[in-house]
């Protein structure tokens, strides 16, 4: 947003100020959140710098990903697929299209902007966030986060700019004179539409039978979360997933160590008492995470609570 506001206004004055105005208003609700972080959790994000490049695993899965929003039938993608890296292909053509505009728009606006056309808002704001948004998802992947993945909860907030996008573009070509245009756009429209209406029905009827995600049954209802909440409030507790702790227990939770230093000196705190470390969905972790978990489980007393594993002291 701030650099939307920098772009867009024509002179510096109304540009700072804007972005004063902007920065006032959301800065000091991030500060306190963060401050409020470490009182409570004892660490401002939770995560710590780090150099973790993005695994091949993770590219396909975003491919995949993006592949099931670009083409939701699973017909149309299969016939897609037989093309040789069709969609890797897409993707790349869609991004640097996306880059080369929002260059050739904003760049000669931002330097002289009373010789060049002023971009249209919608269309160059959603346009900048989507680049702006992967941009700073890599780099945090990169540098902070390796356990984050290019899965729809991750990709999806820059889905409703892509459909606005595209009802641009559709916008566009019906106002062409070329009447070629209006029935592909009709027919567009009415697809969208039916997929829309398909996923909602999907999604109400799986609703129905009980919550999703971490709000379902299986979770509110597990062995493991009882046990949690039995283990005395001073009692450190970390995990793989730190928003199950957090959303059944109330408590803030810890990052697993990674390097053999940092599981090294976990263990002692574990065998004093003083942490506990919970696995979840194991029967869906990979082999070089089931060693992982292994090594983490060495020496310490196991609770197998047949997806999940609480590693303890031994009981007196």
Known sequence: ??????????????????????????FPWILAWSVRNRVVGGSFTNR????????????ELGVKTFAEFIA????????????????????????LGLLIWVLYKGVPYFLRPARAARPEVLPFTNVLYVIVYMSVLMLTMTLFDPATKFQVRILSPIY??????????????????????????????A????????SQNLSVQNLRKGGDSFAGERWSASEAI?????????????????GVVYFYTGRPSGVLPKTEYGIANIK???LDGKAVIVLFRVNKADTETL??????????????????????????
């Not at 710590?48 to 490049?53: A, D, I, M, R, S």
């Not at 699973?74 to 790349?92: C, D, M, N, T």
């Open 191 to 198: 697809g969208l539409l039916g997929m829309f209406a398909s």
């Open 226 to 242: 009882a046990a949690l909440e039995e283990i005395p409030s001073d009692v450190l507790i970390l995990s793989n997933e730190p």
């Open 268 to 270: 002692q705190p574990v």
């Open 72 to 95: 939701p039938l699973r017909s149309v993608r299969g016939a897609i697929k037989q093309i040789p890296a069709s969609f890797e292909i897409i993707l790349f053509l869609i991004g």
């Open 1 to 26: 947003m701030i650099a939307v506001l920098l772009i867009l206004h024509k002179n510096w004055r109304e540009r700072l100020k804007s972005v004063v105005i902007l920065a006032l208003s959301a």
């Open 291 to 316: 060693s992982y978990y292994y090594e983490l489980s060495r020496e310490l007393y196991v609770r197998d609570f047949s997806n999940t594993w609480l590693f303890s002291a031994f009981p007196e």
């Open 48 to 59: 710590v710098l780090g150099w973790h490049p993005i695994k091949l695993d993770n590219w």
């Open 160 to 189: 409703p700019s892509f459909l606005l996008l595209l009802m641009v573009l559709g916008s566009w070509l019906w106002r062409k004179k070329t009447v070629f245009w209006k029935p592909i756009i009709v027919l567009c429209a």
